[in-house]
């Protein structure tokens, strides 16, 4: 895992770390194309830092892989999915003015 950094994730990895981590992981479900998603990914590597030990964060491409996005139920990007014990507890499918607030409430009850 990097430090203090979003894992790039592929299907073939997704089980290993995202749905049997010890701690919780936060899933950004995002393709290339997508003008949210990339307004999102520096949220994200932020958080990755700041929570470094608390909080994996992951980022998956949906154009390169696709099995890991319908098993989450993911139906439109950006698409960020929280699991805790290998289960969704959440799902934020919009960036907003005040995202990166927004993430830190949804994702504090599950530290």
Request: net charge negative.
């Amino acid at each position: 895992m990097a430090e203090g950094k979003a894992i790039s994730l592929t299907d073939e990895d997704f089980e290993a770390e995202v749905l049997q981590s010890r701690i919780p992981v936060i899933v950004d479900f995002w393709a290339e194309w997508c003008g949210p998603c990339r307004m999102a990914g520096p949220v994200l590597d932020k958080i990755a830092e700041e929570y470094e030990g608390r909080l994996k964060v992951c980022k998956i491409n949906i154009d390169e892989y696709r099995d890991a996005a319908v098993k989450a139920g993911v139906t439109g990007i950006p698409t960020m999915n929280l699991y805790k014990d290998g289960r969704v507890v959440e799902q934020i499918t919009s960036i907003t003015a005040s995202f990166e607030t927004d993430l830190k409430e949804k994702i504090a009850p599950y530290l």
